[in-house]
């Protein structure tokens, strides 16, 4: 039985790429089954597209090219999507969807949380206050994604040793490394039902 994602894309996508590329090289039994952005074509798109998976533009406003969150969340329903990866999507995740995938609803942050976290931390600005505070370690961050931005449960963390870095686009690109090993594992262990919640915390199980 094939495990079933749906990917929230930025526009780049290579978080997207590393996704598809783990599952290829493994034949492992996870399927992604549609690629969602809020732009109306992306280089996300090319790739998803070239490796025949369907994608959809999505909009709180009803314009051409676009569809609503609503149809949206039935078209993913129907395909019977179990898990939704956001990497790099920039808008908040719509209340219908976060209550209608509770728990299942995933985001690859760049930096570890809750550190650097929150409204408008994203791309460059985190990396950007990252090095401006000197931290000399960053990473990745891998959580549940409930109502409040960065907020929902940790469920995997990678750091990597930025003691040496003069740019913070130095940091951006050893994070990036880190984020595309560190999803890939956690959408594996999902998949392998090896991610469960015990006192309040979430336990990844070898
Ligand atoms: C990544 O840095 C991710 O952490 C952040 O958005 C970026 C997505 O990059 N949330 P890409 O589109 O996957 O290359």
Avoid at 87 to 108: H, M, S, V
Avoid at 133 to 151: C, E, M, P, R, W
């Amino acid at each position: 039985m094939m495990y079933k994602i749906a990917i929230f894309v930025s526009g780049r996508g290579s978080n997207l790429k590393a996704i598809i590329d783990s599952i290829a090289d493994s034949k492992r039994k996870i399927k992604v089954v549609a690629v969602i952005s809020d732009k109306i074509d992306c280089p996300a798109f090319e790739i998803a597209k070239s490796n025949g998976i369907k994608t959809y533009s999505v909009s709180t406003i009803e314009r051409d090219g676009y569809i609503s969150y609503l149809s949206l969340l039935e078209i993913l329903q129907n395909i019977e999507t179990e898990l939704i990866v956001l990497a790099g999507f920039l808008k908040k995740i719509p209340d219908i969807l976060i209550e209608a995938f509770t728990d299942r609803i995933i985001n690859i942050h760049p930096a570890l949380l809750p550190s650097f976290g929150g409204k408008g931390m994203f791309g460059i600005n985190v990396h950007k206050a990252v090095f401006q505070k000197s931290a000399q370690l960053s990473g990745a961050t891998v959580h549940f994604v409930d109502k409040i931005y960065d907020n929902g449960k940790i469920i995997a963390q990678e750091s990597v040793d930025i003691s040496d870095v003069y740019s913070a686009e130095e940091i951006a690109k050893r994070v990036l490394k880190v984020e595309h090993s560190l999803l890939k594992k956690v959408i594996k262990k999902f998949s392998e039902k090896k991610v469960i919640e015990k006192n309040n915390r979430i336990y990844i199980l070898n």
